[in-house]
């Protein structure tokens, strides 16, 4: 049987400078390519050795609302990313000016959710 593991996840983001740096405070990633991309777009890829999440957005990082934006992205419920300190986490996303909600604490572990300012919605849990 074939073993796997997730290695990127493509997002749309109307700045991806400004998500790159959110998630490199958050995880201690770093970005590891940045350029052109389909569509006349732009993309930054911040994550490990192993895994990363690619950030895109249409007409070269383009800020403008109308920007072309892919749909097809629309199910999707959340992000989840393993933290090793929700409390510095959640410092990180106020000092952002994003707000935490759904603080919870159950089996494997404690955790909350923010929205970005593109409407994606990201977990944080932390094991400890």
Wanted: charged letters at 25%; one cysteine or more.
């Amino acid at each position: 049987m074939p073993k796997g593991h997730i290695e990127h996840a493509n997002l749309t983001v109307s700045d991806p400078q400004r998500s790159a740096e959110l998630l490199e405070q958050l995880c201690d990633w770093q970005v590891r390519w940045r350029g052109p991309a389909s569509m006349d777009g732009w993309s930054l890829h911040v994550g490990d050795d192993s895994s990363y999440i690619a950030l895109y957005s249409g007409h070269f990082g383009s800020r403008e609302k109308d920007a072309p934006r892919f749909r097809k992205g629309q199910p999707l419920n959340h992000v989840g990313l393993v933290v090793d300190d929700l409390a510095a986490a959640e410092a990180v996303v106020i000092e952002a000016g994003l707000e935490p909600f759904g603080h919870d604490d159950y089996e494997p572990g404690r955790r909350f959710y923010f929205f970005d300012w593109d409407g994606i919605e990201f977990e944080l849990v932390c094991y400890e």
